[in-house]
């Protein structure tokens, strides 16, 4: 399942993908994937922990279940 982060300014997609978790809601959103890259996907959160980059700032880390992957 592909996942990215999200930094904590960045509060209405962390609340996006709660909902999403919460509810099965598929959603699109977008953040830096695991590389440091640019990435979007569309699907269903499957979870969102809070993580610490080296640099101390709270990020989440999405992992999502990818609307039309195989």
Do not use: W
Request: aromatic share 8%.
């Amino acid at each position: 399942m592909p996942q990215i982060y999200l930094g904590e300014d960045n509060a209405s997609s962390v609340r996006r993908c709660n909902q999403s978790r919460r509810t099965g809601q598929a959603i699109s959103f977008s953040g830096l994937d695991l590389s440091g890259g640019f990435a979007s996907f569309t699907g269903i959160v499957q979870s969102l922990e809070i993580t610490r980059d080296v640099a101390k700032e709270k990020r989440f880390l999405v992992t999502i279940n990818e609307i039309g992957a195989t």
